[in-house]
């Protein structure tokens, strides 16, 4: 497999903060432009990161690598005790190898037979508690009702692969855990393991992270099993039980644990002093996450998927999974082609999020080192390198709820996330000035002017699509970027994209694809509205009341 091979024979881009600080001093400059970024953003989006997820060697490296230059640049260190990291407490919830699960005489591998889900309900003993079985998946109508339920191992048939149509491929896992019917149930035990495949069993077993350690005593335990284990529960074949049948119990248990992260998820935390000792201490924010999404336990050919994507997925993970009509088979076959001509078949399993968000965060770095040469703005700039967006805005909600600076003495943040693309074989309305603008105007006027004169100076201003910005949007943007986790606390903010791709959360999203000299036209626009912000008089001033930070997201 490329992908495992390059982790063993290439060196680690980043085996410390002064390894890589040394290893990417060469060549950069002050200005911001594409030499750079594309440099920067070949060694950060590298598949030796393994994708960045937090908690895993790779983000770590990564956060690594974003401190090395801010302490290379001279920016001021404002993480915890007096580093530029900020620690993200996480815990990961998987299940627990230490105990067993037997049926008859036979004991039941973890990973094999059945795998714990990592839900947060908390774990009970399934030793000789009643079976029954539960009802089809898919089908509410032949479920068991709630006082059949209580207290007993709940059995739930799924359909076999062949007889799957697209709308009855992926198992409603969270609709069976919401169900009134299951609710007083000792555990729920979804006969899906072969469905989920070694990929989703591989995700199951590494677990998921979290921040909040308490168990939901509301909720029953989830375990996924095979369709052996779900026939050897009746006398007859799964298939032909009857809703509501008895089946054989358990011995033993599966539960699911919680332990911390080997590698400590960090924020990452820097400061360029203002000039003008009257405001020095109000603080425009320049933000990107650092993390992506980790890598596939099964690799998938690089350019089959890209081919594909290209025809049925043209948003990646947010478009819909569907069956291609025959047409359109036969223009995935015909870009595939294309593709065979330049490249042989090649094994990819690392998700490099190029885009998302190496892009935001090699701008990132170019604004400050274009800022630290230079003129310096009246007000203090601060640079967040946030962890664990993909996992819920968790970094920035963590930074702004445990800020390293007074939350009130941000006067703005500016989000960038994605800004690497955005061509117009990306998206049909894209192209050289397409920019995606998020909050621009939601709680300041004053703020949306200031973007909106910066942009005006550009050699080549974009033009703002403020469409996902509409209030009620299906996608849901507003609340989708770590800009929110800072306008819930008043402070103007604005998140900047220049949108979604085919390879948007795909193994395919890497530093190839990325349009360089576009992306360096957008750090620059971040750079000058930054600026701008840091030297006004006043901070912009809010159209209403701030609002309470603890009130769920509208979009």
């Not at 099964?298 to 009509?325: E, I, K, Q, Y």
């Amino acid at each position: 497999m490329r992908r495992v091979v390059a982790l063993l024979v290439l060196p680690l881009v980043v085996a410390s903060a002064a390894s890589t600080s040394s290893a990417q001093r060469t060549g950069t400059s002050r200005d911001i432009g594409a030499s750079d970024l594309r440099q920067r953003l070949f060694a950060f989006a590298h598949d030796s990161m393994m994708g960045r997820e937090p908690g895993q060697e790779g983000n770590f490296k990564a956060s690594a690598y974003v401190a090395a230059e801010f302490q290379r640049l001279g920016l001021e260190p404002a993480g915890d005790n007096g580093t530029y990291f900020q620690e993200v407490p996480f815990f990961r919830r998987a299940g627990d190898r230490s105990v067993s699960l037997r049926l008859g005489n036979r004991v039941l591998v973890m990973g094999r037979d059945y795998v714990p889900s990592p839900v947060a309900a908390r774990p009970r003993s399934m030793d000789g508690v009643p079976t029954v079985y539960g009802g089809l998946a898919t089908d509410p109508g032949s479920w068991i009702e709630a006082h059949e339920a209580k207290g007993k191992v709940v059995v739930i048939g799924t359909l076999p692969a062949a007889e799957r149509t697209v709308a009855t491929r992926s198992t409603p896992m969270g609709a069976l855990l919401r169900a009134p019917n299951f609710a007083g149930a000792a555990a729920l035990m979804v006969v899906d393991y072969e469905a989920s495949g070694s990929e989703g069993a591989a995700r199951a077993m590494s677990g998921n992270l979290v921040q909040d350690t308490t168990w939901n005593d509301h909720m029953p335990p989830l375990i996924v099993v095979s369709r052996s284990i779900g026939d050897a529960l009746f006398e007859s074949p799964l298939a032909s039980a009857p809703s509501g049948a008895p089946g054989k119990a358990f011995s033993g248990e599966a539960r699911v644990g919680l332990t911390r992260l080997a590698y400590p998820a960090r924020n990452v935390v820097a400061i360029l002093r203002g000039t003008n000792p009257a405001i020095r201490g109000q603080y425009v924010s320049v933000t990107a996450h650092n993390d992506h999404v980790g890598f596939d336990r099964s690799p998938v050919d690089h350019d089959s998927l890209r081919a594909f994507n290209r025809v049925v997925r043209p948003m990646g993970a947010d478009s819909p999974r569907r069956d291609p009509t025959e047409p359109e088979w036969a223009r995935i076959r015909a870009t595939l082609d294309s593709l065979r001509k330049m490249n042989p078949p090649r094994a990819d399993s690392i998700r490099n999020g190029a885009d998302d968000d190496g892009s935001g965060t090699v701008a990132l770095l170019d604004i400050a080192e274009r800022m630290s040469q230079g003129p310096r703005p009246q007000r203090s700039i601060l640079f967040v390198s946030h962890t664990a967006e993909e996992f819920g805005l968790l970094g920035s909600r963590w930074y702004t709820d445990h800020p390293t600076v007074p939350i009130d003495s941000i006067v703005g943040e500016i989000d960038v996330d994605m800004i690497g693309r955005g061509g117009a074989d990306d998206l049909p309305d894209a192209g050289p000035t397409y920019l995606e603008v998020i909050g621009l105007r939601r709680l300041s006027n004053e703020f949306g002017d200031v973007i909106d004169a910066a942009n005006a100076k550009q050699a080549r201003p974009f033009v703002f699509n403020l469409t996902f910005d509409a209030p009620g949007h299906p996608l849901q943007y507003y609340c989708r970027a770590d800009h929110y986790s800072y306008a819930r606390y008043g402070i103007p903010s604005v998140s900047i994209s220049r949108g979604e791709h085919l390879d948007y959360h795909q193994v395919t999203d890497e530093a190839q694809y990325i349009d360089y000299e576009s992306l360096a036209r957008v750090a620059t626009f971040v750079h000058d509205a930054a600026l701008m912000l840091g030297n006004r008089p006043t901070r912009p001033a809010l159209d209403g009341p701030k609002g309470d930070r603890g009130t769920p997201c509208r979009q």
